[in-house]
């Protein structure tokens, strides 16, 4: 299992305790690969000889191999706060026997297991390789072999949600942790002076009526992360990662031509250039304006020895909501990155 994202970083570790000292208490974001829990329960679920899938009717039927786990599984952490985020497939082999001693051979393909569906929603499909297609039935029948194989999928999807057996350090120096991470969550703005968000409502609204008549302007923000600039540029790509630090529904397509969806919809447009890394551009609106008003948002991230400059700019802002735009950013985006994935001071502006 890999190490978490934070494991190379100091400012995550008390001095004082060493290894033990890393991220006391849970605070900062974590981040761990969890496939390889995956790939180790699903035999201990499925692949126990004296403990069939299925007995009954006739006819037994067992797991004999997990031939195939692919997709990715991922367990995060902060504050004592678990999620996991998972989208992977599963073909295991059967082998199934009747009474009359016939058996049967195939497969169990489990294509699309996903944290966007409940535990138990997902599709099987079963090939049979050899044999008379009666352990097919079996497995495919919601009423017999299907239910116990949806049981051991929702123990192995629970384990998962709840940390895939990952021991986070919530150890000894715990209180003064806590005690740090209060002071500074008090530097943090309780309601930003202005958000981020428009509703039709809006009594800026109304002076976009027509791109036209649109006064509009430039607005140029330049912010310090302490983090590299991979770790940022994944803050606005990573669709997982933006509805964290937003705390709200987003849809993000990272291709050319992509659509992107954030804050509840309340702002959208797509993606007209990528630069892994360094460079993102997008046609940028709130949904609420016009459909003609659109701004163009390029994203520049400046590597500075471990850290990021994070050059923003972005054109035809309407200049009704420059205010608004720029407050936004700051208090709705690099403010909760900085709070949310601790890459940097969260004072207020």
């Known amino acids: 299992m ?9 400012r995550w570790i008390v001095n004082d305790l060493g290894e033990e000292g890393r991220n006391i208490g849970g605070w900062h974001w974590e981040e761990i690969k969890a496939l ?3 790939k180790a329960r699903l035999p201990e ?11 009954d009717d006739g006819i037994t039927v067992w797991v004999k191999d997990i031939k195939e786990v692919k997709g990715e599984a991922t367990v995060t952490n902060r ?3 678990i999620a996991a985020f998972y989208e992977f497939q599963i073909r295991m082999t059967y082998e199934a026997k009747s009474v009359d001693g016939k058996t049967e051979k195939g497969e169990i393909h489990v294509p699309d297991i996903s944290d966007e569906n409940d535990l138990d929603e997902f599709v099987v499909k079963v090939t049979v390789k050899e044999g008379s297609g009666e352990g097919k039935k079996a497995i495919l029948d919601k009423k017999r072999a299907d239910k116990p194989l949806r049981e051991k999928m929702v123990n192995l999807l629970t384990g998962l949600k709840q940390g895939a ?9 715990e209180d003064s942790v806590r005690t740090s ?17 428009e509703t039709k409502t809006a009594p800026e609204s109304t002076s976009n009526a027509s791109s036209s008549s649109t006064s509009t302007c430039t607005v140029t923000l330049k912010e310090e992360f302490l983090a590299p600039p991979g770790h940022i540029y994944d803050c606005f790509v990573d669709p997982k990662r933006v509805q964290i630090y937003t705390n709200s529904r987003a849809e993000v397509n990272a291709h050319l031509g992509g659509h992107f969806s954030l804050l509840n919809g309340s702002i959208e447009g797509t993606f007209i ?5 360094k460079k993102i551009v997008q046609k940028w609106r709130f949904s609420s304006w016009p459909k003609d008003v659109n701004t163009t948002l390029t994203l520049n991230f400046e590597d500075n020895s471990g850290k ?33 994935f601790h890459y940097g001071s969260i004072t207020p502006y």
């Open 2 to 10: 890999s190490d978490p994202i934070y494991k190379e970083d100091d």
């Open 36 to 38: 390889p829990f995956v």
């Open 45 to 55: 679920l499925f692949c126990v000889a004296d403990k069939p899938l299925y007995i």
């Open 79 to 81: 504050k004592r706060k």
């Open 165 to 173: 057996g990952i021991k986070f350090n919530y150890g000894s120096a």
């Open 181 to 197: 991470a209060q002071s500074e969550s008090k530097k943090a703005p309780t309601q930003p002076a202005v958000k981020m968000t």
């Open 273 to 277: 250039e990528l630069e892994h890394n």
């Open 308 to 340: 990021t400059i994070l050059h923003l700019r972005q054109t035809g802002v309407p200049r009704s909501d420059e205010d608004r735009i720029k407050a936004g950013w700051r208090n709705q985006f690099f403010l909760r990155i900085k709070g949310v």
